[in-house]
């Protein structure tokens, strides 16, 4: 694993950054104290007793997905291959939170389910329950490993220290604050994190953006690098595909990303929907992902531009060593496109915004790995602890087996920080995991929602076949028997998880028997009342600026505006 402090990449941090810093952890460890006090029942712990209002739900929802896989994900992605990065957001991301918030949400707030495998087991049964519960639980602690290990790759960098070192640092802080306050601790230090991350990164875009001599400056700067003029624009993205064909490249953009990925991490992600579920009415949860989408439509400008102006302006991701890179190789600088914000800071910021840059960086990291281990926590004690080893306990047992668990979760997620430390582009490993746990969840969360006649049998049936799908996919990319190069491999895998879990699933609906229709009201779209899926207009939840249709329709214009544009 390269240290990059040894590879003279040290950012020149001084005691103004240092006092900053400290001022920052204290303040996020504060909160988790005081969220301590509200914490009396596991409801509490783990789904914030469903009190909290719209907009501190819709802030947390984005700041919980703006850790590792955003911030420096994104900006490698952005060095690597421009523009088309923005596709994870536009395309990848809004149309699937504004579909959760308006379609999804009812059915998860109405139902009082509190996780997502919750819901899978009042549908389909144990089974479906049982396999949704362990592969989610897998996928967290895998991604909250990637979020540990960028925050680790900061201390590194801020302190010179070997790795490991910095990975158990940075794993025990987060910790400190999930374990006392919970969820709610959680998202109350999403939505300061928030703050902190814009305020850290709209400098350095700005910054940048003067450095190389405006957009046009940007523009000019990039087409004549490795990557050309193709990323400059959104769309075809042959790069980030991998496929040399406009159609296919635009084909696994829309269905591969676009649906599969994007539907199946947004609307079945326990990590988000859980922000969603702590809201105090079904109108606030339906408008929490919502409102998280308006920012979500701006963050691209200050998290891909920058990686953008990082693969042009910073020396050790110029020439030679971005051609290495892109190519698969490894950078004579010993710097990887995961670098390339902190490089860039490194080389714009001065002293005092630096401090405040690197906050925002670990702010992002502990945003993330946050909403991992707080939904981690809860899936493992509601949906495995309480439904298969230990039932019918007081609710302080499980109140404490919750706390437990997060400090178990953090201990294997510093495991898998050094699985992550071998991928150049974090986003290539995320991606692939995305394929292998979202994908076919999806097509049978789906499947089931609409689909009355969907079996038990098929439920976990439909999710052990997808998932091996994408598997499958994973290894012949892997071998090089089939060559897809950026990230088509996770397109491809996540497409063919979804495809062969809809045939299974269908396939073994009409061998196997269904459920009675009475026991599945409020789990089915049409065999729900359209009265228990409509928000309430009135009191809290009046006035136009609180429809969610409404939100929903603006928000939808302005992507399609920005596709235009980009």
């Known amino acids: 694993m390269t240290v990059l402090a040894d590879a003279d990449l040290r950012l020149d941090a001084n005691a103004v950054d240092y006092v900053l810093l400290a001022l920052y952890f204290v303040?996020?460890?504060?909160?988790?104290?005081?969220?301590?006090?509200?914490?009396?029942?596991?409801?509490?712990?783990?789904?914030?007793?469903?009190?909290?209002?719209?907009?501190?739900?819709?802030l947390a929802f984005i700041s919980a997905n703006l850790g590792a896989i955003e911030v420096m994900g994104m900006s490698a992605n952005g060095a690597e291959y421009g523009m088309p990065t923005a596709h994870y957001f536009w395309i990848g991301a809004v149309p699937a939170m504004l579909f959760l918030g308006v379609v999804m949400m009812p059915f998860y707030y109405g139902s009082k389910v509190?996780?997502?495998?919750?819901?899978?087991?009042?549908?389909?049964?144990?089974?479906?329950?049982?396999?949704?519960?362990?592969?989610?639980?897998?996928?967290?602690?895998?991604?909250?490993?990637?979020?540990?290990?960028?925050?680790?790759s900061v201390v590194n960098l801020l302190l010179g220290w070997p790795i490991w070192v910095s990975v158990i640092v940075a794993a025990a802080i987060v910790l400190s604050y999930t374990a006392l306050g919970g969820l709610s601790a959680a998202i109350y230090n999403e939505v300061l994190q928030f703050m902190v991350i814009v305020a850290a990164l709209l400098p350095l875009t700005i910054v940048g953006l003067y450095k190389v001599g405006g957009w046009q400056g940007l523009v000019d700067k990039v087409s004549a690098g490795p990557g050309g003029a193709e990323q400059v624009n959104s769309w075809p993205g042959n790069q980030l595909t991998g496929f040399d064909d406009n159609f296919l490249s635009v084909l696994g953009l829309v269905f591969g990303l676009g649906f599969v990925l994007s539907f199946g991490y947004w609307t079945t992600n326990f990590v988000e929907v859980q922000r969603a579920m702590a809201a105090r009415s079904m109108s606030s949860a339906m408008r929490t992902p919502i409102i998280g989408a308006f920012p979500k439509m701006f963050i691209p400008f200050i998290v891909i531009i920058p990686g953008m102006i990082a693969g042009v302006a910073v020396t050790e991701l110029q020439g030679p060593n971005k051609e290495a890179l892109m190519s698969g190789g490894e950078a004579p600088s010993g710097a990887t496109f995961n670098d390339a914000l902190l490089l860039l800071m490194r080389d714009l910021l001065p002293n005092g915004m630096l401090g405040i840059a690197i906050a925002g960086l670990l702010a992002s990291f502990m945003a993330g790995m946050a909403a991992n281990l707080s939904s981690f926590n809860t899936v493992f004690t509601y949906d495995i602890w309480q439904s298969y080893i230990r039932k019918d306990r007081p609710d302080g047992y499980y109140l404490g087996v919750g706390r437990v668990m997060t400090a178990v979760a953090t201990v294997l997620a510093i495991g898998t920080a050094f699985i992550a430390s071998t991928y150049a582009n974090l986003m290539d490993y995320l991606q692939q995991l995305f394929s292998f746990f979202n994908a076919p969840l999806f097509a049978t969360f789906i499947l089931g929602l609409l689909w009355r006649r969907m079996t038990p049998a098929a439920g976990w049936s439909g999710l052990v076949s997808g998932t091996a799908a994408a598997v499958f996919v994973f290894v012949l990319t892997e071998t090089g028997v089939w060559a897809l190069p950026g990230q088509g491999g996770a397109f491809v895998g996540a497409g063919a998880a979804f495809v062969v879990?809809?045939?299974?699933?269908?396939?073994?609906?009409?061998?196997?028997?269904?459920?009675?229709?009475?026991?599945?009201?409020?789990?089915?779209?049409?065999?729900?009342?359209?009265?228990?899926?409509?928000?309430?207009?009135?009191?809290?939840?009046?006035?136009?600026?609180?429809?969610?249709?409404?939100?929903?329709?603006?928000?939808?214009?302005?992507?399609?505006?920005?596709n235009i544009i980009f």
């Not at 789904?47 to 501190?56: D, E, I, K, M, Y």
């Not at 919750?118 to 979020?147: C, D, P, W």
């Open 27 to 58: 303040l996020v460890i504060g909160i988790g104290y005081i969220a301590r006090r509200r914490v009396s029942t596991s409801l509490d712990f783990f789904l914030s007793g469903r009190s909290l209002p719209a907009w501190v739900t819709g």
């Open 114 to 152: 509190r996780s997502v495998p919750e819901y899978m087991l009042r549908r389909f049964g144990k089974g479906t329950h049982l396999v949704n519960g362990i592969s989610f639980a897998t996928a967290q602690v895998l991604i909250a490993g990637a979020n540990l290990f960028l925050l680790a």
């Open 501 to 562: 879990d809809i045939v299974v699933s269908v396939a073994v609906s009409l061998a196997t028997a269904p459920k009675p229709a009475a026991q599945l009201a409020g789990l089915v779209y049409s065999l729900t009342p359209k009265e228990d899926r409509t928000p309430s207009r009135t009191g809290e939840d009046a006035g136009w600026y609180r429809n969610p249709a409404l939100l929903a329709g603006i928000v939808l214009v302005i992507t399609i505006v920005l």
